[in-house]
């Protein structure tokens, strides 16, 4: 089964994949959980569905106008909590049941039952091309460029947005820069979990990591190793057992969140006193 | 010093259909310790963001050191504000020394990471705030005085001209709230600042500062008349009292010192 896992082509493909994704996943989870976001990637990855039925029915590769919903729909929901009377939370719920919906509409509309919605919903991560794979390249060198770059500052927002927009932190641009970044790593984590399954590997990370780690950059780490392990872990336990590797993924990921969130005391205590 | 710090010409801010501030008026001069007075409500908080560019006034002009204040915010350099509420999330994993380095991002700019020079201006406002030893605590681990002393730290992190403090001891204990008001007392002094220091404590409030700013919708500026603390106290109190339950609007009055 190892040797399958080196050999076969499709399976390096999704093993290069996996950490390509859970690495972008766990960095970002840090801010989404330190920000208090989870729901926005929720939001953020249910909106991809209409942008996925929309390619299905546009017969182009539902790639493109997926990532074009999600970020239509993070940039409205930033818009539409700062120009209008509404919740961050109320706005999330309307737009992504409203781009749910659009999707069932759309699906009914191209009648492509028989393509590969199942695989956009829950993942499928074996069928991941030499293309998709490029895709999920370009897009980790985008994001990880962009974090590094303005670490700093993404801190500071996170952290302090008042304080940060007064010391000349141009606030604004990056939140929704942020939310950009959120929304490509979304559409590229739909090959690994699918859409319904994606916010999980933007929270549980980034929750896992805060129950081990006293600093942010450490927190960064922990949450960026802990999503790969967990993907690599998954695939190849889903392999081996034949199950859905997005939902062994992600089952890996909460056992390790609820082992933390029960050691946490003790782990904090034992990291004070060193 | 001298000049004008911050000017406010017929500042109206409406919100949800409520008038918040009314034909304001304002000039402080560059160098004074100024202390917001006025009831939960009555625009205290709106004043402050007024004037950081943090709410643009639906009429009127705000001029800090003569410059917009969104124009003035991009310099990084010239604001050192406390908010309210400065810890979002108490869970947060960032150190003291890190939090004061915050301060210092505006100046440094994008894409730059902080330097040698940063690191020993930020140890320095720690010791000038009296606590050095907590530069590698987490920030979520401290008690609320200290929290508040590494807020004020980062604020000074800026080196600012004006320093804005927006509550500053709310829910801190009579000793504490005197030692932060004495102690940004010492520091305006040092570091030659403005201060503005939004406070519901009238008492503390009088024993510190320069001037008193009593807002309620319209603004009302007391100058302290040339007599003892507690005569300033007493007067003030009065005035306060009656700016609080009365209906009569208060335009800005100079030198007032009945």
């Keep these: 089964m190892m040797i399958d896992l080196f050999t076969l082509g499709f399976l390096q493909r999704a093993l290069v994949a996996g950490i390509l994704v859970s690495l972008l996943c766990g960095m970002l989870s840090t801010f989404v959980v330190l920000r208090r976001?989870?729901?926005i990637g929720v939001g953020i990855s249910h909106s991809a569905f209409g942008g996925v039925a929309l390619g299905f029915l546009l017969g182009v590769d539902p790639l493109w106008t997926g990532i074009g919903f999600a970020l239509l729909v993070a940039v409205l929901i930033e818009w539409a909590q700062t120009h209008t009377a509404v919740e961050e939370d109320t706005a999330i719920g309307?737009?992504?049941?409203a781009s749910m919906a659009l999707g069932l509409i759309f699906l009914h509309l191209s009648r492509a039952y028989n393509v590969d919605v199942f695989g956009f919903l829950f993942g499928n991560i074996l069928a991941i091309g030499t293309q998709q794979l490029w895709q999920i390249l370009g897009v980790t060198v985008v994001v990880l460029a962009v974090i590094l770059a303005f670490f700093k500052e993404i801190v500071?927002?996170?952290?302090?947005?008042?304080?940060?927009?007064?010391?000349?932190?141009?606030v604004k641009a990056l939140r929704y820069l942020f939310l950009i970044l959120l929304a490509l790593v979304v559409i590229v984590t739909i090959y690994l979990v699918g859409i319904i399954l994606v916010s999980?590997?933007?929270?549980?990370?980034?929750?896992?990591?805060q129950n081990l780690s006293r600093t942010l950059k450490h927190m960064v780490g922990v949450s960026a190793g802990v999503a790969v392990g967990a993907a690599v872990s998954g695939l190849i336990l889903s392999y081996g057992i034949d199950f859905p590797s997005g939902a062994t993924i992600v089952l890996v990921l909460a056992a390790l969140y609820l082992l933390t969130s029960l050691l946490r005391p003790w782990l904090l205590c034992k990291s004070q006193h060193q | 010093m001298g000049g004008i710090a911050v000017k406010l010409d017929r500042v109206w801010v409406n919100y949800n259909g409520a008038t918040i501030l009314e034909d304001v008026n304002l000039e402080i001069e560059a160098g004074r310790y100024v202390g917001i007075l006025g009831p939960n409500g009555a625009g205290k908080s709106t004043l402050l963001k007024v004037?950081?560019?943090?709410?643009?006034?639906?009429?009127?002009?705000?001029?800090?050191?003569?410059?917009?204040?969104e124009k003035l915010r991009l310099r990084g350099d010239v604001v050192g504000y406390?908010?309210?509420r400065p810890l979002g999330n108490p869970r947060f994993p960032v150190t003291v020394l890190d939090v004061v380095l915050m301060g210092r991002y505006g100046r440094i700019g994008?894409?730059?990471?902080?330097?040698?020079?940063d690191r020993e201006l930020a140890r320095q406002r720690l010791e000038d705030l009296g606590i050095p030893h907590l530069a590698q605590r987490l920030i979520g681990d401290l008690s609320g005085g200290e929290q508040q002393r590494v807020f004020i730290a980062r604020a000074l992190g800026v080196e600012p001209r004006l320093l804005v403090l927006d509550e500053p001891t709310?829910?801190?204990?009579?000793c504490v709230q005197d030692d932060i008001f004495e102690l940004v007392n010492t520091l305006k002094e040092k570091l030659h600042l403005t201060v503005l220091i939004v406070s519901h404590d009238i008492g503390t409030v009088a024993r510190h500062v320069d001037d008193v700013i009593c807002i309620n919708r319209r603004i009302h500026v007391h100058q302290p008349p040339p007599i003892g603390r507690l005569g300033l106290e007493s007067t003030f109190g009065c005035a306060v009292e009656y700016l609080f339950h009365g209906e009569i609007p208060h335009r800005v009055v100079r030198a007032h010192d009945d």
Aim: glycine share 8%.
């Design chain 1, 37 to 39: 976001m989870a729901f």
């Design chain 1, 94 to 97: 309307i737009f992504f049941a």
């Design chain 1, 156 to 170: 500071f927002l996170s952290f302090d947005e008042e304080m940060a927009w007064v010391s000349g932190v141009p």
């Design chain 1, 200 to 209: 999980a590997l933007l929270v549980i990370p980034g929750a896992i990591a």
């Design chain 2, 51 to 69: 004037i950081l560019g943090l709410i643009h006034p639906n009429r009127g002009q705000v001029r800090v050191f003569g410059e917009a204040p």
């Design chain 2, 82 to 84: 406390l908010p309210q």
């Design chain 2, 110 to 117: 994008l894409l730059k990471r902080p330097r040698r020079a």
């Design chain 2, 170 to 174: 709310v829910s801190l204990d009579a």
